[in-house]
């Protein structure tokens, strides 16, 4: 889908799914973008002193720089930012980054020109995109030193993605017969000084995490089937009574995809069984009766932080902001980015309870205490020799652990730097990195836990199962086969994690 990008409101799903990007040629449009651009030059020109336009930048905001001097200041701005640390961020994130950067410069409040939104569309349609280190930012002024990458590359320095490698802009530039751009005044800081990269980490981490948050209910459904449930906890009438719209859509999802099954029973049999059958229970556990009201939780807030995040794309959020319409020149913080950081923050601790609550129903899944019949780790083999899925448990368990002590809220970490000028920051880039991170830990979690309900299925039968349990059955094992001995099983978790990514349960 080709997006077209002018001052109007762009939604999340329009940026991933974006092939390419296209400037709007609008005539309202341009002279928007124009009018700012122009007024903002005009005031230049006079010698008025304008942060960062015609002064040093932060703590040296009080040095005077001449107008004949402001391109060169520009240049000095990304060169001494090219200090980014760590690993390098994904080519989807660095993607989504100058996409994102287009979208806040397009809203005519940072007295860009169009040449510099249009050279932005050229790295999106050429598929030239920078590399990004995804360290050293603390959120503000917004992320001055891994957006520095983005000016560096249009200006023709650094490194790029490009055909799958990485190579050095200049290279591909002069492949392809590409003058590097050269910055008018503010346009290199108008590029870095925003809340883009904390942006685009957090958006490419909720697309994955609402995969996984599906797909933990597929196997929350699963659950009630193979440990013979009681399908009471998500009747309509349960969650009416509590009426939460993330709860009321998990039980719904859950209610859903046990349709069918033959293994899972009511409330009314529980009761007529009572007496009959001294080891069940009248209720189940916590961690399947309970499961809608903690995955309707983590519902509510990734659809809060996915509207924070949103708005923020959809933010001017440089410094300073140029009102062409009014010939004003406002020096703020909107670069500050508390939402991204806030909304990251707490959807560290919905990750970290869905991965408390996984552990804890795989756990029931394996125990022959608990799993109603399913036998010591899920056993094929009565050979005493034979280990099941004991080992699988445990390295299952290890990964909720490492997801769930990398909680502690980023943003109360602020970190006073430039000469006390940045003294209260947001860490929103700490933040949406923390979140991200969780994120191979559940694809590992789920992989394991889904080869694990397979199993449950060998041994209750595939026709006692509901269609929709029986199709993720039927896709888990045309990679995986059943576990009759012991074998190593690493290779098995990596090939379920390619169908887990690509929402092959849900």
Same mark, same amino acid.
């Given at each position: 889908?080709?997006?077209?990008?002018? =001052?109007?409101?762009?939604?999340?799903?329009?940026?991933?799914?974006?092939?390419?990007?296209?400037?709007?040629?609008?005539? #309202?449009?341009?002279?928007?973008?124009?009018?700012? !651009?122009?007024?903002? $030059?005009?005031?230049?020109?006079?010698?008025?002193? %304008?942060?960062?336009?015609?002064?040093?930048?932060?703590?040296?905001?009080?040095?005077?720089? +001449?107008?004949?001097?402001?391109?060169?200041?520009?240049?000095?701005?990304?060169?001494?930012?090219?200090?980014?640390?760590?690993?390098?961020?994904?080519? #989807?994130?660095?993607?989504?980054?100058?996409?994102?950067?287009?979208?806040?410069?397009?809203?005519?409040?940072?007295?860009?020109?169009?040449?510099?939104? !249009?050279?932005?569309? $050229?790295?999106?349609?050429?598929?030239?995109?920078?590399?990004?280190?995804?360290?050293?930012?603390?959120?503000?002024?917004?992320?001055?030193?891994?957006?520095?990458?983005?000016?560096?590359?249009?200006?023709?320095?650094?490194?790029?993605?490009?055909?799958?490698?990485?190579?050095?802009?200049?290279?591909?530039?002069?492949?392809?017969?590409?003058?590097?751009?050269?910055?008018?005044?503010?346009?290199?800081?108008?590029?870095?000084?925003?809340?883009?990269?904390?942006?685009?980490?957090?958006?490419?981490?909720?697309?994955?995490?609402?995969?996984?948050?599906?797909?933990?209910?597929?196997?929350?459904?699963? $659950?009630?089937?193979?440990?013979?449930?009681?399908?009471?906890?998500?009747?309509?009438?349960?969650?009416?009574?509590?009426?939460?719209?993330?709860?009321?859509?998990?039980?719904?999802?859950?209610?859903?995809?046990?349709?069918?099954?033959?293994?899972?029973?009511?409330?009314?049999?529980?009761?007529?069984?009572?007496?009959?059958?001294?080891?069940?229970?009248?209720?189940?556990?916590?961690?399947?009766?309970?499961?809608?009201?903690?995955?309707?939780?983590?519902?509510?807030?990734?659809?809060?932080?996915?509207?924070?995040? #949103?708005?923020?794309?959809?933010?001017?959020?440089?410094?300073?902001?140029?009102?062409?319409? +009014? =010939?004003?020149?406002?020096?703020?913080?909107?670069?500050?980015?508390?939402?991204?950081?806030?909304?990251?923050?707490?959807? /560290?601790?919905?990750?970290?309870?869905?991965?408390?609550?996984?552990?804890?129903?795989?756990?029931?899944?394996?125990?022959?205490?608990?799993?109603?019949?399913?036998?010591? +780790?899920?056993?094929?083999?009565?050979?005493?020799?034979?280990?099941?899925? /004991?080992?699988?448990?445990?390295?299952?368990?290890?990964?909720?652990?490492?997801? %769930?002590?990398?909680?502690?809220?980023?943003?109360?970490?602020?970190?006073?730097?430039?000469?006390?000028?940045?003294?209260?920051?947001?860490?929103?880039?700490?933040?949406?990195?923390?979140?991200? =991170?969780?994120?191979?830990?559940?694809?590992? $979690?789920?992989?394991?836990?889904?080869?694990?309900?397979?199993?449950?299925?060998?041994?209750?039968?595939?026709?006692?199962?509901?269609?929709?349990?029986?199709?993720?059955?039927?896709? %888990?094992?045309?990679?995986?086969?059943?576990?009759?001995?012991?074998?190593?099983?690493?290779?098995?978790?990596?090939?379920?994690?390619?169908?887990? /990514?690509?929402?092959?349960?849900?």
């Amino acid at each position: 889908m080709k997006l077209n990008i002018d =001052k109007r409101h762009i939604t999340l799903s329009e940026i991933t799914n974006a092939s390419c990007i296209e400037i709007s040629n609008n005539e #309202e449009f341009t002279k928007f973008i124009n009018h700012t !651009h122009d007024f903002m $030059m005009d005031t230049i020109k006079q010698g008025k002193p %304008i942060y960062g336009i015609t002064t040093g930048y932060g703590d040296a905001g009080r040095n005077y720089v +001449n107008y004949e001097d402001a391109a060169k200041l520009q240049t000095n701005l990304f060169r001494f930012h090219g200090c980014g640390i760590g690993v390098n961020l994904s080519y #989807e994130v660095c993607r989504y980054a100058v996409i994102c950067r287009t979208i806040s410069l397009s809203k005519a409040r940072s007295g860009v020109s169009l040449n510099l939104l !249009h050279r932005l569309e $050229m790295l999106i349609e050429k598929d030239i995109i920078p590399v990004i280190p995804s360290q050293g930012s603390v959120g503000a002024s917004g992320d001055l030193t891994p957006l520095s990458y983005i000016a560096a590359v249009v200006a023709g320095e650094r490194e790029v993605y490009y055909k799958g490698e990485i190579k050095d802009v200049m290279e591909v530039y002069n492949e392809l017969n590409i003058t590097p751009y050269e910055f008018e005044p503010k346009e290199a800081l108008a590029i870095m000084n925003g809340t883009t990269i904390m942006s685009a980490i957090a958006l490419k981490a909720i697309q994955e995490f609402e995969v996984i948050l599906d797909s933990m209910e597929s196997y929350v459904s699963g $659950m009630f089937e193979v440990l013979l449930g009681d399908d009471t906890p998500v009747a309509d009438f349960v969650h009416d009574s509590k009426p939460f719209s993330g709860q009321i859509t998990s039980a719904k999802n859950i209610q859903n995809k046990i349709q069918g099954s033959k293994l899972t029973h009511g409330r009314d049999d529980r009761y007529d069984r009572f007496f009959a059958d001294n080891n069940l229970n009248i209720q189940d556990t916590y961690s399947m009766r309970c499961a809608p009201q903690v995955l309707g939780v983590i519902r509510d807030n990734l659809d809060i932080s996915k509207n924070w995040v #949103e708005t923020e794309i959809n933010s001017v959020n440089d410094n300073p902001l140029i009102d062409g319409e +009014n =010939k004003k020149i406002y020096t703020s913080g909107n670069f500050y980015g508390g939402y991204v950081a806030h909304a990251m923050d707490t959807l /560290k601790i919905c990750a970290a309870n869905l991965a408390d609550l996984l552990d804890k129903e795989f756990a029931l899944l394996v125990d022959h205490k608990f799993n109603r019949g399913l036998g010591e +780790n899920l056993k094929l083999s009565k050979e005493p020799f034979f280990h099941g899925f /004991k080992a699988m448990q445990i390295s299952l368990s290890s990964l909720s652990a490492d997801v %769930i002590k990398n909680t502690t809220a980023a943003s109360i970490h602020s970190r006073p730097t430039e000469s006390l000028n940045q003294d209260k920051v947001s860490m929103g880039t700490t933040a949406a990195n923390d979140f991200a =991170k969780m994120m191979p830990d559940l694809h590992n $979690m789920l992989s394991i836990a889904f080869i694990g309900m397979a199993q449950a299925v060998d041994i209750r039968g595939k026709d006692e199962v509901s269609p929709y349990l029986r199709n993720i059955y039927d896709e %888990i094992r045309t990679i995986v086969e059943p576990l009759l001995e012991d074998r190593r099983m690493d290779g098995d978790i990596r090939n379920i994690k390619v169908l887990l /990514k690509d929402a092959k349960f849900i």
